[in-house]
C-alpha cells in the first residue's frame, strides 16, 4: 500500500488547563522526549507524503525548536474548536495531498500497525471520511458513538454534552480520522458551534457528513492501553511508566541485562550494546550511548553522554561528556561538561572534572577540581589537587603532559603548563610553569620551634 498523497496532521493546539502547567502540554516530556515527537516521528512503512502540526501562537516557537524540519507548523490564531483547526490547514495543502490523517498529539502511545490498519482500510473502501472507534467498560473521558438499530454511525457526542443515557454507550470515538481532502472541506465549512463549549467540534463531522449523503464508517478496533490520552498529571505518569517498561523490554532484546528493572529509568532515545549492565538506581537521559561490555551503577546519572566498551561507572554523576574504553570512574565522582576521559583513565573517589581533557590511562583517584584543563597520558594526580583556573573575571587552562607526577595537596593556579615527566612536590601551590623532567615546588620551608607546647602552656 502506498501513502504518498497522505498528510499526517496532529493536533496539538489545546491549552491543556488540566496538566496546571506553564509550559505547552506537548512539550512535556516522556522518557525525555516531547510528547508530540512520538507520533511526529512515527516511521509508517510506504508513507511519503507531508507532516504537518496544529499548534497555537503562544507555543509555536517552542515547538518549532524540538520538531523536525520537514514538520510544517500551522498556527490556529483563535482557539475555536477542532474542526476550526483541521479546516486552518487545507490552505497548506497541495494537490498531491488527497487525503487527511488527523490525530490529536496527546495519543503519544499510538502505535504504528494501528495507524496502517486504519489508513489501509480507508485506501480500501474509498469513503469520504471514516474514523476510528472501540468498546471500552470504563468509557469516561471519551465521546460517545451512537448508531441507529440497524448500527449505522449516527453521530459522535462529546461527554460533556451527553446525557444520562448516551453516557451508558460503550463505544467511544478515539479521536483518530481519515478524510478525503476535497470533501472534509464541505464537511467543515458546514459545522456549527451549538455545543456546551462554543466551539467547533470535529466530533460533528460524522453528523453533518450525513446530510451530505456522504458515506462513513467507522474502523472498530479492541481497546488497548495505547488509545490512552494525556489530559492530567496522573495520565502523564502512567505513560511514563508505560514507555518505560517498553524502553525496559527493548533493552533487554538487545542483551542489556538489568538487575532490577523497577529502579532502572532510561530514556526512550538512549542507545546500549550487548552485554551493558545496568545496576539498581541507574537514571540515564537524552541521547546517551553506552559500549559492550560496560557496567553501570549501583546509583549512577548519566545525561547526554556517549560511553566506550568495557567500562565501569558507580555512585556518579557524568554530564555531556565522552568517556572512551576501559575507563573506571566512581565512586562519588562528578564528570561536567564537555570533558573527555580517554582509554584506560580512572577518576575515583570525590574528583570533579569540568571542561577537562584526560589522557590515555591517566589517574586521578582521590579529592580533586579538575577544570579547563588538558592532561596527558599516564598522568598521576595526587590527591586534594585543585586546578585553580578561575580568577574571579574569567577561566585560565592548565596543560599538564604526558608522564607527569603531581604530588599530593596540589594547588595549580592556571594559566599553568607543566612539562612532560615533570613532578610537583606534595602541597606545593603551583603559579610559574615547570620544565620538562623538573620538579616543581611552591610552599614555605618548614620551620620547627623547640619546646614550643612547653612555652605555650606557661603563658596560660
Given at each position: 500500500m502506498d501513502f504518498r498523497d497522505w498528510c499526517i496532521c496532529v493536533l496539538a493546539a489545546g491549552m491543556g488547563k488540566r496538566m496546571k502547567s506553564s509550559q505547552p502540554k506537548v512539550l512535556l516530556p516522556v522518557l525525555g522526549k516531547p510528547l508530540i515527537n512520538y507520533l511526529l516521528q512515527l516511521e509508517i512503512p510506504h508513507f511519503s507524503g507531508k507532516r504537518l502540526a496544529v499548534v497555537s501562537p503562544f507555543a509555536f516557537d517552542q515547538i518549532q525548536s524540538i520538531v523536525d524540519p520537514t514538520v510544517q507548523l500551522v498556527?490556529?490564531?483563535?482557539?475555536?474548536?477542532?474542526?476550526?483547526?483541521?479546516?486552518?490547514?487545507?490552505?497548506?495543502?497541495?494537490?498531491?495531498?488527497?487525503?487527511?490523517?488527523?490525530?490529536?498529539?496527546?495519543?503519544?502511545?499510538?502505535?504504528?500497525?494501528?495507524?496502517?490498519?486504519?489508513?489501509?482500510?480507508?485506501?480500501?473502501?474509498?469513503?469520504?471520511?471514516?474514523?476510528?472507534?472501540?468498546?471500552?467498560?470504563?468509557?469516561?473521558?471519551?465521546?460517545?458513538?451512537?448508531?441507529?438499530?440497524?448500527?449505522?454511525?449516527?453521530?459522535?457526542?462529546?461527554?460533556?454534552?451527553?446525557?444520562?443515557?448516551?453516557?451508558?454507550?460503550?463505544?467511544?470515538?478515539?479521536?483518530?480520522?481519515?478524510?478525503?481532502?476535497n470533501e472534509i472541506g464541505i464537511?467543515?465549512?458546514?459545522?456549527?458551534?451549538?455545543?456546551?463549549?462554543?466551539?467547533?467540534?470535529?466530533?460533528?463531522?460524522?453528523?453533518?457528513?450525513?446530510?451530505?449523503?456522504?458515506?462513513?464508517?467507522?474502523?472498530?478496533?479492541?481497546?488497548?492501553?495505547?488509545?490512552?490520552?494525556?489530559?492530567?498529571?496522573?495520565?502523564?505518569?502512567?505513560?511514563?511508566?508505560?514507555?518505560?517498561?517498553k524502553k525496559i523490554n527493548q533493552l533487554f532484546d538487545l542483551g542489556v541485562k538489568i538487575v532490577d528493572p523497577e529502579s532502572v529509568y532510561v530514556d526512550w532515545d538512549v542507545k546500549c550494546g550487548k552485554d551493558v549492565w545496568l545496576f539498581p538506581g541507574t537514571v540515564i537521559e537524552g541521547q546517551s550511548e553506552i559500549g559492550e561490555n560496560t557496567k553501570i551503577g549501583p546509583y549512577t546519572h548519566l545525561i547526554h553522554s556517549q560511553i566506550g566498551k568495557d567500562c565501569r561507572i558507580e555512585y556518579s554523576v557524568i554530564e555531556n561528556s565522552?568517556?572512551?574504553?576501559?575507563?573506571?570512574?566512581?565512586?562519588?565522582?562528578?564528570?561536567?561538561?564537555?570533558?573527555?576521559?580517554?582509554?584506560?583513565?580512572?577518576?575515583?573517589?570525590?574528583?570533579?572534572?569540568?571542561?577537562?581533557?584526560?589522557?590515555?590511562?591517566?589517574?586521578?583517584?582521590?579529592?580533586?577540581?579538575?577544570?579547563?584543563?588538558?592532561?596527558?597520558?599516564?598522568?598521576?594526580?595526587?590527591?586534594?589537587?585543585?586546578?585553580?583556573?578561575?580568577?574571579?573575571?574569567?577561566?585560565?587552562?592548565?596543560?599538564?603532559?604526558?608522564?607527569?607526577f603531581i604530588g599530593s595537596n596540589n594547588s595549580l593556579v592556571a594559566p599553568v603548563i607543566i612539562g612532560e615527566g615533570a613532578y610537583t612536590a606534595a602541597g606545593s601551590t603551583i603559579t610559574r610553569n615547570v620544565p620538562s623532567q623538573a620538579l616543581g615546588i611552591g610552599r614555605a620551608r618548614q620551620v620547627n620551634i623547640d619546646k614550643w607546647v612547653e612555652k605555650k602552656k606557661n603563658r596560660s
Open positions: 498556527i490556529q490564531e483563535k482557539p475555536l474548536g477542532t474542526a476550526h483547526a483541521v479546516q486552518s490547514i487545507l490552505p497548506y495543502l497541495g494537490p498531491e495531498i488527497q487525503k487527511i490523517l488527523v490525530i490529536y498529539a496527546d495519543m503519544p502511545l499510538l502505535e504504528v500497525h494501528t495507524i496502517c490498519q486504519f489508513m489501509t482500510f480507508f485506501e480500501k473502501n474509498h469513503v469520504p471520511l471514516a474514523l476510528l472507534s472501540t468498546k471500552s467498560e470504563k468509557p469516561d473521558g471519551f465521546g460517545r458513538i451512537k448508531r441507529d438499530f440497524q448500527g449505522t454511525p449516527l453521530k459522535i457526542i462529546e461527554e460533556k454534552d451527553c446525557s444520562a443515557e448516551e453516557k451508558e454507550i460503550l463505544e467511544i470515538n478515539l479521536g483518530i480520522y481519515a478524510f478525503q481532502k464537511v467543515l465549512q458546514s459545522i456549527q458551534k451549538n455545543n456546551a463549549q462554543g466551539e467547533y467540534y470535529l466530533t460533528d463531522v460524522l453528523e453533518v457528513a450525513r446530510k451530505f449523503n456522504y458515506t462513513t464508517l467507522v474502523y472498530t478496533v479492541p481497546w488497548d492501553v495505547q488509545f490512552m490520552n494525556v489530559n492530567s498529571p496522573d495520565d502523564l505518569s502512567t505513560v511514563i511508566g508505560l514507555f518505560r517498561r565522552i568517556l572512551e574504553d576501559e575507563v573506571m570512574v566512581g565512586p562519588f565522582t562528578h564528570i561536567r561538561m564537555n570533558s573527555l576521559i580517554r582509554k584506560k583513565a580512572r577518576i575515583g573517589n570525590f574528583v570533579e572534572v569540568k571542561k577537562t581533557e584526560i589522557g590515555e590511562g591517566t589517574k586521578a583517584l582521590h579529592h580533586s577540581y579538575l577544570g579547563d584543563a588538558q592532561l596527558g597520558k599516564k598522568v598521576n594526580i595526587g590527591a586534594g589537587t585543585i586546578t585553580c583556573n578561575f580568577d574571579g573575571y574569567k577561566k585560565h587552562p592548565t596543560i599538564i603532559h604526558d608522564n607527569v
